[in-house]
Every structure is written in structure tokens, then in C-alpha cells.
């Protein structure tokens, strides 16, 4: 089976999970906010934390902070941590007024905005750290796997920051299955898709390094809810998800999670170029 050549239709068939088509950007956000925020709701009216692994970059935190100040639900339920975070010199976070820093994103886009009972604690708001990546293990598995994890894939089939590894450097299917929070140089493939996408085409200024949660710590997740919105994801996803489960494409380990929900724009939907024989 080439799963490049696989129509929408056929997802469900192929795979137990829920798969849903949403017209644009849009409603992908709506949709992914208000799961968010019933799932934050109903956590709290039973006296539980609700914990949640965040990425930076798929999704628009402000349906999240609408909903959230509007229902006034209460913030000091959640907890989350971020997917990973750049590193500069002698692998430090980055500075938080570097145009690139998640923490500055994640405090203006999401945290500050919120309001009331709304406002989520200091305390529960995490990173990885370069210094103790042990401790972001350490966070998931005491709660027992993180109750949602939000995420996408890159061109190389990245999840978080874990990339396949470089050709000089060969590791294994497992080690790659088994890779916890650690500090990872990008490899390129990863950061030409960032210049494109994310700094107007300024390769300078992105960090070689960051720190990034790990498969282990995203797998252990209750739920893995994966977002694709853009042309290239067409590939991508049937990629990952359907295609063989290797370490040369990490996200296809989520093939063998119980439960991954996929919401896709029409646009990613629509099938990749292929080779006509």
C-alpha cells in the first residue's frame, strides 16, 4: 500500500481513531479549544488536575483564553508543559525577549491573557529544562501520562523536536521509541521548514539546539489529539500514519497508541502529489 495515495475516505478504515475534516484553520482551532476547555471543566468539577503537553506553533491559544475567561473555568486546574523550548549559548533557554522564545510566546499568547478564576498558577506552567530534563519525566509519569497531548509533525516526520537520526549517527527503532526529555541539536531538513515558515526566510536566527520532551513522555499521554492544517501535511500525515513505523519518521510511533484523534483542514486532506506509472 502506498499511503501517499490514500483518500481521506479511507483513514477510518485503516485505523481505529477519529478522524475529522474541518474547512479551514479556523475551525481546526475552535474545535481543539473547546475539547480543551470541556476537558479542563469537567476535571475540575471532579476535584482533578488536568494536565497537558502544549506545543508551540499548530494551534491559536486565544479560542482557549476566549472560552476560558468567558466560562470563568477554573485555571488553577491545569497544568501543562510545553512540548520543548529553544537553547542558546551553553545550552540555555533562550532569552525570553528573543523573537523565537515559546515561554515568551506561551506567556503572550495564552497565560497573560487570562483573567479571574480563569488564571492558570506559576507553579503549574512548565518547560523542559536542559539542566534536569529528568524532571519533565518525572511531572508525566507521576500523573500517570499527561491527560492530553496537542501536537503536529514536521517535513521529517518530527514530533516535538524529535527528528530521525542523522545519517552519520544511526540509532535504533527502540532507542528512537524510547527517547526521553534531553537536549537535541535540529537537524536541517527541520530548520529549513522553520526559516520558511516561521521567521520569513531569516536562517540566522534560528537556535541549533533545544530541549524537548521525548517519545517516551509523549506516548505515555491518555490522549494524543495531532493537528494538520497546511498543503505539505498531506504528505506528512499519510506518512506517519500509515506508512511503516520507523525511527526514520518518529511520529509513526503514535501508530501504536489506544488513542489518537486526528483533525485535518480540507486542505491537508487533499491527497500529495504522486507518481503515475
Known amino acids: 500500500m502506498d499511503p501517499y495515495r490514500l483518500e481521506f475516505e479511507q483513514f477510518s478504515k485503516l ?6 475534516t474541518v474547512p479551514d484553520v479556523d475551525a481546526l ?29 499548530p494551534l491559536d491559544y486565544s479560542y ?25 549559548a551553553s545550552d540555555e533557554w533562550i532569552a525570553e525577549d528573543h523573537p523565537l522564545s515559546f515561554r515568551r510566546f506561551m506567556q503572550e499568547n495564552f ?24 524532571t519533565s519525566t518525572a511531572l508525566i509519569e507521576g500523573h500517570g501520562g499527561a491527560d492530553l497531548c496537542y501536537g503536529g509533525m514536521g ?65 505515555l499521554s491518555k490522549k494524543i489529539h ?3 492544517m497546511r498543503s505539505w501535511h498531506a504528505g506528512v500525515l499519510r506518512r506517519a500514519l500509515f506508512g511503516p513505523v520507523t525511527g526514520s519518521c518518529p ?7 489506544p488513542n489518537v484523534e486526528v483533525t485535518l483542514t480540507d486542505l491537508a486532506a487533499r491527497i500529495p502529489l504522486v507518481h503515475v506509472a
Open 15 to 20: 485505523k481505529p481513531w477519529r478522524f475529522t
Open 29 to 57: 482551532n475552535r474545535l481543539v479549544a473547546e475539547e480543551a476547555t470541556t476537558s479542563l471543566k469537567e476535571a475540575a468539577q471532579q476535584g482533578k488536575n488536568l494536565l497537558i503537553i502544549c506545543p508551540v506553533g
Open 64 to 88: 482557549w483564553v476566549s472560552l476560558m475567561n468567558q466560562e470563568q473555568i477554573d485555571g488553577s486546574r491545569l497544568i501543562t508543559i510545553c512540548m520543548d523550548e529553544y537553547l542558546g
Open 111 to 134: 497565560f497573560n491573557n487570562l483573567r479571574g478564576r480563569a488564571r492558570v498558577p506559576k507553579e503549574n506552567i512548565h518547560f523542559p529544562c536542559p539542566h534536569s530534563p529528568e
Open 155 to 219: 517535513l521529517t516526520g518530527h514530533f516535538a523536536f524529535n527528528d530521525p537520526p542523522e545519517p552519520d549517527k544511526p540509532i535504533s527503532d527502540i532507542e528512537v521509541r524510547n527517547s526521553r526529555t534531553r537536549v537535541v541539536t535540529i537537524c536541517r531538513e527541520s530548520q529549513a521548514q522553520m526559516c520558511m515558515g516561521g521567521t520569513g526566510g531569516n536562517w540566522d536566527i534560528i537556535p541549533r539546539r533545544a530541549v524537548t520532551l521525548g517519545l517516551h513522555e509523549i506516548l
Open 226 to 228: 495531532l493537528t494538520f
Open 251 to 257: 511520529g509513526s510511533f503514535v501508530q501504536a497508541h
